[in-house]
Nanobody
């Protein structure tokens, strides 16, 4: 089955910005609330941001005002714009259904490292 595919991670300095992208399987894009999850070393995977089928968004408290989730309906793509990044944002970022991901659809994730 086609999985989610994340791209756009990298190394950025504290205070910097990065945008990660997610190719969403076509049969899922319009059917579920979607979200960005992240997993930092030694920590459990956590939901960072979500967007409903109608476009309503929600954010983890620690990223409110800094991160913006969005969707491109024409290309079945989801984005996470991350501004004012700090080292605590360092993690592998995954996209999937929210709040709980669909088993078997997890992609490889994209590494975001915030360091000077």
């Amino acid at each position: 089955q086609v999985q989610f595919a994340e791209t756009g991670g990298g190394l950025v300095q504290p205070g910097g910005s990065l945008r990660v992208s997610c190719s969403v399987p076509r049969n899922i894009f319009r059917s579920y609330t979607l979200g960005w999850h992240r997993e930092a070393p030694g920590k459990q995977r956590e939901l960072v941001a979500s967007i409903t089928t109608s476009g309503s968004t929600g954010y983890r408290e620690s990223v409110k005002g800094r991160f913006t989730i969005s969707k491109d309906y024409a290309n079945n793509t989801m984005y996470l714009q991350m501004n004012d990044l700090n080292p605590e944002d360092t993690a592998v970022y995954y996209c999937n259904r929210a709040p709980r991901g669909l088993s078997g659809y997890w992609g490889q994730g994209t590494q975001v490292t915030v360091s000077s």
